[in-house]
Structures are given as structure tokens and as C-alpha cells.
């Protein structure tokens, strides 16, 4: 096939590609999403029609500019630059031009402008030392050892095995685990060379020889080569200059002393060849444990593996709290005492303590450990111990916990920031009710990290959902919706979908695509297969969609019909149900049947809100009716609409006499609000069934209290602030500048496009 012919065949899968996004596909819909990957491997394939495809997107680019047709730019600049990353080698000229189309987009709305500076941003790096993007990515991906890029990567796969049937999880953690095997630390480092050396050198570099080399030396000699070409690369990034001439004697030095003289100065003019963008390091986990996430977290931030007592954690990680850490000694064999204290308070009226030999301590810290005596010794997990947590921050870049001056008049040496150099993307899989329980545990994290911040200021966390929904779930946890179809518990990806276009080509496809892969037969060469179609567009959603849509959470409080029983606070994301409770008490029974025949079927309802308007002025109502339940929803039907608002519908029973006799018919009332209580007046309890889960259901429930989750640290600091100003009504000093309301961020490709 002459270049002509490919540029045409190249041409046409491309329009194909922006077809679809208008819903002009022929194809099936559960063939949707293909096309972007079919694309990608085709190039794959053939390397050097890389150039060739970054110049038609260039044009498309330009073109879908100058028309109406803004709706086609997001996606096509997210198929140029993960060509553009995975290219061998991209001409100076053709990676100026997308520079000069992503710094246009600088004038448009977002998020336009928002994924346009981020490209230029990156994309002026590129341009002075090629490579960088491939090797920046492999590198935190990878976790691999760099001090000039010290940046981590994982992606945590977590699906619930009680809203997936068992075949979807093997199929799941079968194709996860085949896309780990082909990849190690060495094949990476060579993979990085390999890429920088055809970047900057072209088709002058002799990849085959390279390659040979690199093969036959020593791992330890291996990772001495990545080292040099990862501090040639970040340098020239770094210096910010235009001199690309630098950079490639630079490398060009580098791979002759790799190589031997004869070697390096034979090479073929063969083309380019293809050096591969291994998978990302993924775990796949059946979330069974309410706080699981939270586990996973602190494990990806300080592995087991650098713990004191490995075989320990099992056991010891349910018993760890961030309360406990004291950030003053960095002894894994710390202890603690408690008595209450009797001492004046004044540092040198403490008596001396004695204390056990504690080998990694000095003198000045056995002296100033806090002793509380007369308790019973607990000796600490290795979880629960300091040095685990702080020797997750004692990476390069990152400064040791400075002490305090104890001295007044001495300046304190201020700590510098903790840098973030993790980043855990978590990738759920299911429908609207595991988001639900990703709302609980985000909740629960962001209360431990207000009690004792350390996961925050160190670890980069993105959110990112496929939808799955299984055709014969193996649970009862939908038996509430016999009926109820993808849609019904879809509406998240569905909101997504329709704000983000290229999520809904390559993602919510998934929905159907991934159940299908459970139902077929295995392959005996399951493991030898590099072109895995799930693992794949997981990794490219995690790669490309950095664009988040943020959804409010709700607090929900209950109070229930036994006095004695504490009232229960929880947080829903999608949507809060009630129905009237049939499980009643022998007491109550006769006079119910009697109540219900005079006032039909329900309950007598009195529900208290704020009614928004447009002008966002609060006005309370008041309504009293006799109600079968109401349904709450959080997610709009539309993208336009406003997210932090709650859509209530109330199904009202109206009784009607005429000649015949009394009938009840039901009216559905509809009304938006942010903050409902709604109250039973006669004291009759219903269920409330939180994010369509079954499991989250509470009953003999009387009253409820619905209203925007708020941030904890945000209510930390207020009332902090309440303290020193009792008549302040509003928020005051730090408080204001601080963010109110608690949202979930699930990353697209766009955001929501205006």
C-alpha cells in the first residue's frame, strides 16, 4: 500500500471515528468504541504512519475549529496526543503545529481552554526533548526508580462481587493479570531507551542493535543506561530552551558509548520501528470491606514490603488508625503510657522518665517522649508504628518532619511542603450502587484525613467509573428492582454520556462489552494475547480523562421509632427512597386497618423544605399530605441543570367522596430542593433505601433530614472559629476561602461541555 493509499484509508477511519460521534454509525451499537482502538492498533502496527495521522488530525482539528463543530475537538485532541505520546518519532514542524492549535484553544470556554493549555503545557516540553511524555508515563506507571522524576502511578480496579456475577470478576482479573505478565522493571527501562533514542535520533538509530545491546548486559548495567538517558531527557525538559539540536547530541553521545563504534555508525535505514506502551501496573479487588479503599491507600503510598513485621499487617491493618500517628519520632518500637496527669505543665518541673533502650533514638528525643504512666503497654503494629507512615514520605524530593525549637527566640525552620508524588487512580466497575458506597467511603476518608491529615497532602486521587451491569445478577441485592433496566441503574454514566461524548463512545459501550467477555470461552493462550480490549480502554480512559465532573454528596439523618435507638447519619449520591413500612406491631394492627380504611392507603406526612428558584433566594415551605412514598433524585436528567439540587417527587394520596362511596387516587407532586425533612405525624414508620441498594436500607424510620454533604474540614474550622466569635453568624476568616460542600470528582474526557 503506496502512501497515498494509507493516507486515504487513514483519512476515511478517521471520519468514520467523528460519524460516530454524531450518531450516524451504521455499525451496532455494541460496537461502539472500537473504532478509536482499532485505529490506534493499526498505527501501532505500522509506526511510521504515526506523522501521517497527526497530520490528518492536525487538519481535521483545524477544520472542526473554523465550523460548527466544537463537539469534535476534545475527542480528536485526545486521539492526536496519544498518538503523539506513543509515535516513535513526531517532526519538530508537525509538533509545532498541534503546539499552535492547543494555545488557540486558549480563547475558548471551557473546558476547551482547560484541556488546551494542559496539551500546550506538555506539548512544549515535547518539542525541546522529544520522548519525554513516553517516558514520563512509563516511569510513574511503572514506579520506577528516578530521582530527576520520582512520580508514582497505580490504577485499583475495585468491583463488588455482590452486584457482578462471579464470571464477570474472573473475567475481569484474568484479563488484568494477562496484560501484567509480559512487563518487568528491566523490559521498561529498555523500552524507555529504546523510545528516547528513535525520538531524537530518527531513523538513525539502529533500534535492532539497541535493542541486541541492551539484551545481553546485566540488569545493574541496564538500569546505569536509564538513569543517564532519564537525567538527559528531564534535563532539557527542565531548561525550558528551544535548542532541540542539544538534546539530540546529547542523546547521540549517550547511544554511541552504548553501543560499540562500528555498531552505531552502520545503521540502516530501515524506518522506524515500534517500541511499545507497556500496561500501566493495575490490581484488580473485590471491594468487601467497608474500608477497604482507604487500606489500599496507605499500602500504594508505604508497601508492605518495607514494613518491619510483614507477617503482622493481616491482622494488625484492621486495628490501625491515623489518630494514632505522632509525627515527633521515627522508632517503629515507640511506646505509650497513659495516667491522668498531676504535673504543673511547665517543661522542667517533668520528673526524668525511665525509659526501655531504644537503640534508633537519641538522647534529646528518650528525654521529650511523652510518657503517660500506670496504662497497659500495647505494643504497635507496624502499621500503627510512625516509621511506617513516615517512610512513605521520605522519597526524593520529599524533606524529613523538622522538629520544633524548644527555644523562644529561635526561628522556627519552616517544613516545606510534602510533595505529591503518588497518584492512585481508582477505576470502579458496576452501577449506580457501588458509587454509592464510593460516596460512603470518600466520606469516611475525608473524616479521618480532618482528624489527622496524612493521606492528603501526599497522594493525587482520581476517580473514574465504567458502567457494568450484569444480566443475571447472583445476589438478592436487587430484588427491590425486578424491573429496572441499565438506565434505571445507570444514571451516573447515563448524566456522563450525555456531557461528554467520547465518554459515552468508549466507555459506557464497556456496559455491554465487558458481560459478553465473561459468557466466552476461554483461549488456551490467554496470557500470550498483547492486544487486550478492556485492559486497553482502561488504561486509555485513566490516561486521557483528566477531566472531572463533580457530583454533590447528601447527608442523610435518621431518627427511628424506638426512642432509645440512636439516630443513624449516612450519605447517598444518586437517590433516597421511602415507602410506608407493612410490618406493624399486633397492637396497632386493628386500629391501622381501621385508619386505613378511612383515610386510604400511606402515611400522613408533614415535609418541611427550601424551594429553589432561580434568583437562589431560600423560601421555606411547609406541606402536609397522606403519602405511599417518596423518591429522591440527585442526578439530573439533563446536563444543563443544576447538579446541587435534589428532584423529590412525593406520591400523594387524594380521597374523593361521591354518591358511590369514598376513592383514593394518587397525584405525584414534584418540587426541587437542597435541604427536605420530612416527618411521620402519626408515628407510623417506613423503610428508606439509600442509592437503590438493598443493603443500605433502614427501617421503622419516623423522620429524616436531607440536606448537601458538607466537607469535614470545612465544619473542623468552623467551628474552631465559633469558639472565638460566639455571635458570628457567617463564615469568617479562613472558613470562607474554604470549599463547603463535599463532591465526588468522576474523571471523563471533557468535563461537561458547555
Known amino acids: 500500500m503506496d502512501s497515498t493509499e494509507v493516507e486515504s484509508d487513514i483519512l476515511r477511519r478517521v471520519r468514520t471515528l467523528l460519524r460516530e460521534l454524531d450518531g450516524h454509525h451504521p455499525a451496532c451499537q455494541c460496537d461502539r468504541g472500537m473504532l478509536r482502538w482499532t485505529l490506534h492498533k493499526k498505527i501501532d502496527?505500522?509506526?511510521?504512519?504515526?506523522?501521517?495521522?497527526?497530520?490528518?488530525?492536525?487538519?481535521?482539528?483545524?477544520?472542526?475549529?473554523?465550523?460548527?463543530?466544537?463537539?469534535?475537538?476534545?475527542?480528536?485532541?485526545?486521539?492526536?496526543?496519544?498518538?503523539?505520546?506513543?509515535?516513535?518519532?513526531?517532526?519538530?514542524?508537525?509538533?509545532?503545529?498541534?503546539?499552535?492549535?492547543?494555545?488557540?484553544?486558549?480563547t475558548l470556554p471551557k473546558p476547551f481552554c482547560t484541556i488546551g493549555l494542559d496539551y500546550a503545557t506538555r506539548l512544549k516540553v515535547e518539542r525541546?526533548?522529544?520522548?519525554?511524555?513516553?517516558?514520563?508515563?512509563?516511569?510513574?506507571?511503572?514506579?520506577?526508580?528516578?530521582?530527576?522524576?520520582?512520580?508514582?502511578?497505580?490504577?485499583?480496579?475495585?468491583?463488588?462481587?455482590?452486584?457482578?456475577?462471579?464470571?464477570?470478576?474472573?473475567?475481569?482479573?484474568?484479563?488484568?493479570?494477562?496484560?501484567?505478565?509480559?512487563?518487568?522493571?528491566?523490559?521498561?527501562?529498555?523500552?524507555?531507551?529504546?523510545?528516547?533514542?528513535q525520538a531524537a535520533l530518527g531513523e538513525g538509530c539502529d533500534l535492532g542493535a539497541l535493542k541486541g545491546r541492551l539484551q545481553d548486559m546485566p540488569t545493574s548495567e541496564v538500569e546505569q543506561w536509564f538513569q543517564q538517558v532519564v537525567v538527559a531527557v528531564e534535563c532539557a525538559g527542565s531548561e525550558g530552551s528551544t535548542a532541540r539540536g542539544q538534546h539530540t547530541a546529547r542523546l547521540e553521545e549517550i547511544y554511541r558509548a552504548l553501543l560499540s563504534s562500528s555498531q552505531a555508525g552502520n545503521a540502516p535505514l530501515g524506518g522506524l520501528q515500534d517500541t511499545p506502551l507497556p500496561n500501566p501496573t493495575i490490581s484488580f479487588h473485590l471491594w468487601t470491606e467497608d474500608n477497604q479503599l482507604w487500606k489500599e491507600l496507605v499500602l500504594f503510598i508505604r508497601p508492605l514490603s518495607q514494613s518491619c513485621e510483614p507477617d503482622c499487617l493481616g491482622q494488625d491493618l484492621d486495628t490501625f488508625e491515623i489518630q494514632d500517628i505522632v509525627s515527633d519520632c521515627e522508632c517503629c518500637e515507640q511506646t505509650r503510657f497513659s495516667v491522668l496527669s498531676t504535673d504543673s505543665g511547665i517543661e522542667r518541673d517533668l520528673p526524668v522518665a525511665v525509659e526501655e533502650p531504644l537503640a534508633p533514638c537519641g538522647a534529646e528525643t528518650e528525654q521529650s517522649r511523652l510518657h503517660r504512666r500506670g496504662g497497659i503497654k500495647k505494643k504497635p503494629s507496624p502499621l500503627e508504628s510512625v516509621a511506617f507512615l513516615q517512610a512513605g514520605c521520605c522519597s526524593p524530593g520529599v524533606r524529613p518532619p523538622v522538629k520544633l525549637q524548644k527555644r523562644s527566640g529561635v526561628p522556627q525552620d519552616a517544613a516545606a511542603p510534602v510533595q505529591k508524588l503518588h497518584t492512585a487512580r481508582i477505576v470502579l466497575l458496576g452501577d449506580d450502587r457501588i458509587l454509592g458506597r464510593l460516596a460512603q467511603a470518600y466520606h469516611s476518608l475525608r473524616k479521618r484525613e480532618t482528624r489527622r491529615v496524612f493521606l492528603t497532602p501526599r497522594l493525587n486521587l482520581q476517580f473514574y467509573y465504567i458502567p457494568v451491569v450484569a444480566g443475571q445478577p447472583n445476589t438478592s441485592a436487587v430484588v427491590d428492582h425486578p424491573s429496572s433496566g441499565h438506565e434505571e441503574l445507570c444514571e451516573v454514566a447515563g448524566y456522563l454520556g450525555r456531557a461528554d461524548p467520547w465518554y459515552e463512545s468508549n466507555i459506557n459501550t464497556l456496559c455491554h462489552v465487558i458481560p459478553k467477555l465473561a459468557t466466552m470461552p476461554p483461549s488456551p493462550s490467554k496470557h500470550l494475547v498483547t492486544d487486550l480490549f478492556i485492559t486497553d480502554v482502561i488504561a486509555y480512559y485513566v490516561r486521557m480523562g483528566l477531566q472531572p465532573v463533580c457530583f454533590q454528596v447528601y447527608a442523610v439523618k435518621i431518627f427511628f421509632n424506638d426512642p432509645a435507638q440512636e439516630p443513624a447519619e449516612d450519605v447517598f449520591l444518586t437517590e433516597l427512597c421511602t415507602?410506608?413500612?407493612?410490618?406493624?406491631?399486633?397492637?396497632?394492627?386493628?386500629?391501622?386497618?381501621?385508619?386505613?380504611?378511612?383515610d386510604g392507603p400511606g402515611i400522613d406526612l408533614t415535609v418541611t423544605y427550601r424551594k429553589v428558584v432561580v434568583s437562589d433566594r431560600e423560601k421555606e415551605l411547609d406541606m402536609s399530605l397522606r403519602s405511599?412514598?417518596?423518591?429522591?433524585?440527585?442526578?439530573?436528567?439533563?446536563?444543563?441543570?443544576?447538579?446541587?439540587?435534589?428532584?423529590?417527587?412525593?406520591?400523594?394520596?387524594?380521597?374523593?367522596?361521591?354518591?358511590?362511596?369514598?376513592?383514593f387516587s394518587a397525584v405525584a407532586n414534584r418540587l426541587k430542593t437542597r435541604n427536605i425533612t420530612v416527618r411521620s405525624t402519626e408515628q407510623r414508620p417506613f423503610t428508606v433505601r439509600l442509592d437503590?441498594?438493598?443493603?443500605?436500607?433502614?427501617?421503622?424510620?419516623?423522620?429524616?433530614?436531607?440536606?448537601?454533604?458538607?466537607?469535614?474540614?470545612?465544619?473542623?474550622?468552623?467551628?474552631?472559629?465559633?469558639?472565638?466569635?460566639?455571635?458570628?453568624?457567617?463564615?469568617?476568616?479562613?472558613?470562607?476561602?474554604?470549599?463547603?460542600?463535599?463532591?465526588?470528582?468522576?474523571?471523563?474526557?471533557?468535563?461537561?461541555?458547555?
Open 45 to 106: 502496527q505500522n509506526p511510521s504512519n504515526s506523522s501521517v495521522l497527526v497530520r490528518i488530525l492536525v487538519k481535521e482539528l483545524e477544520r472542526a475549529e473554523r465550523g460548527d463543530f466544537r463537539h469534535y475537538i476534545i475527542p480528536l485532541l485526545h486521539t492526536l496526543m496519544y498518538t503523539l505520546i506513543k509515535a516513535p518519532c513526531i517532526s519538530e514542524e508537525l509538533c509545532g503545529r498541534v503546539y499552535d492549535f492547543c494555545k488557540k484553544l486558549l
Open 128 to 197: 525541546t526533548a522529544p520522548g519525554t511524555l513516553y517516558q514520563r508515563m512509563v516511569i510513574s506507571e511503572q514506579s520506577l526508580k528516578s530521582d530527576p522524576y520520582p512520580y508514582q502511578e497505580k490504577i485499583f480496579i475495585f468491583a463488588d462481587p455482590e452486584l457482578l456475577s462471579e464470571a464477570i470478576c474472573n473475567a475481569l482479573l484474568t484479563d488484568t493479570e494477562a496484560a501484567q505478565v509480559s512487563q518487568s522493571p528491566r523490559a521498561c527501562m529498555c523500552y524507555v531507551i529504546s523510545h528516547a533514542m
Open 579 to 598: 415507602q410506608g413500612q407493612d410490618s406493624i406491631s399486633h397492637r396497632e394492627l386493628s386500629t391501622t386497618k381501621k385508619k386505613t380504611t378511612l
Open 628 to 663: 405511599t412514598g417518596l423518591l429522591m433524585k440527585a442526578i439530573p436528567s439533563q446536563e444543563a441543570e443544576d447538579l446541587v439540587c435534589l428532584n423529590v417527587t412525593i406520591t400523594e394520596i387524594i380521597r374523593t367522596s361521591n354518591l358511590s362511596g369514598r376513592s
Open 692 to 754: 437503590k441498594d438493598s443493603r443500605r436500607t433502614y427501617r421503622n424510620v419516623i423522620s429524616l433530614e436531607v440536606s448537601p454533604c458538607l466537607e469535614p474540614s470545612y465544619c473542623l474550622q468552623k467551628t474552631r472559629t465559633m469558639k472565638f466569635s460566639l455571635h458570628e453568624t457567617e463564615d469568617v476568616g479562613l472558613v470562607k476561602y474554604m470549599p463547603k460542600s463535599l463532591l465526588l470528582p468522576i474523571n471523563t474526557f471533557a468535563g461537561v461541555t458547555q
